[in-house]
Structure formats: structure tokens, C-alpha cells
């Protein structure tokens, strides 16, 4: 009697659950965050971010900055973002940057920016930015603040693997007048007339903090699943501090069809990001 009991409890909790599946469709994922010096447009009207970064060095403290947070996501439905900027301690929030968005489409590529305007610090450490989705948590990076270059003390857990920031699809990748990575072209799905066509393009890859070696490669796959592209492993050296931004450059790739190109970013063989690169047909 208790194993019908439970077999009837579970089948009404299964039945339930992928009713609420059904009529609550929506999901949302974040694929990407990076601090920089400044972001616009280019001459093509696709996003330059100038001058990603993770530190911050002043002569002495306290002082007030300002600087650019690009964030780009993945989903459908109607969504509200915070993104705010803590003290060391994560006990006040210094600045705020907000937008809600709605995605119409399945697998839909979002973006948007704002500006941490004249923030106040006061200490050096390390402060955070935690990125939200109506109030979920999804992601939460360092920016490290020195003051004259004096060592701070590191969080242990940003001593262990990296921190995927971001993985964005760009055109060009370059150093800028001070030495800092700047990404241009940065683009969110391709809109065509013609089928099968083939472009050329680099998947940026920003790592942070983490104090060993590491393997990077990435995967790209067809709308029906099929792999594409497997990229040679990329090794790489991270210190506590520091962003580093890799990229594979992709000549002549085929879109043979429409539909979502899933792109796999690994490390050491352990998945651990994906997006998709939409192709629609106009």
C-alpha cells in the first residue's frame, strides 16, 4: 500500500512539475561580463569594449573612478539585470546598473552596458560585482583596488581555477594606447538571405584569477548537433589579479543552414560555458 502510495505521489508530482515546464517556458543565462575602460559602438555598429581590465591602481586613497561593465546573456522572456559593485567586505553597495529586457525569440543573444560613475574608494582589497537575473545571483567577479601597488590579501578561493568572465564572438582583438585587451566587432547573430555562406571571426575568451596552468580549446556545433570545429588546446598561465583574454581565430567557417550553432568553451576538458551563434534566414 505505501509503494502505491508513493508510485501515485510521484506520478503527481511529475505530472505537476512538467505542467509548470510548459506554462513557465522562460530561461536565462549569463554568458559574459567584463570591466573596461570604455564601450561603443565601431563603424559598423557592432560594440567595441576598450580596455578590458581587473585592477585598479591609485597613487593613494581614498578616490572616486569611473568605468564601463558590458554583460551579455542568453534566453527568452522577460527579464529584470542588477549589477552592482561591493565593498571588500560586500557589506554596501557602491553603484548600481540596471535594465530590464525582454527575449522573444528561443536561444535569443542579449547585451547591454552601463557606467559605474564616480565610484568612491576608500580602502585597497578586493571588491566584487555581482551580476543578477530578478534577484537570483548568477555570477560574481573581482576588481581588485591597490593603492601605490602594495600587495592585498587574496580571497583563497580566487587562488583555485579561474573564473570564466566572459566568451564573446568578435572580429578583432588588440591591444590599446595602454596596453589593454580591446575587442571590436563584437556581434549577436547573423541575419542572411543566402544559405549556405561562410565568414571568418574569433571566440574571445577572458579568464581571471586562479594561480596554476591550464588548457583551454573550444567546440562549435551545428544546428543538428554535428561537431564543426575543434580548436588546438590553448595553454595558459593565471595569477591571482589577473584577466586574460584568449581567442581562436575561425577562417572560413561554413553556416550551411539556419539555426543555433552551439559554441562549447572548455578548460582542462571540463565544460564550462556555452552560447549559441544564431543564424537566421531573412
Known sequence: MKKLIISLLISIFFVFSLSYAQENPNSIKLIGVAIASSIEEDEYGLTLIDGIFSIINFDSLPQTDTF???????????????????NPSKEKILGTIDDSFDLTRENEVFYFWGNFEDIAFDEPGVYWIQVKADGKLLKEIPLFVLENDEDIDIPENLTQKPILAFTLPALEIYENDYGLTSLKGIYEYYATDELPFTDSFIIA?????????????IEIFSPDKKLLYKSEPQSF?????SIITLFDEISNFSFEKEGDYLVKVFLDDEEVNSFVLKVIKE
Do not use: F, P, V
Not at 68 to 86: A, P
Open 68 to 86: 564601463s561593465l558590458y554583460s551579455r546573456w542568453m534566453g527568452n522572456g522577460k527579464y529584470d539585470i542588477e549589477i552592482n559593485l561591493l
Open 205 to 217: 575568451n577572458g579568464w581571471m584569477s586562479g594561480e596554476s596552468e591550464y588548457n583551454q580549446h
Open 237 to 241: 598561465e593565471t595569477n591571482a589579479g
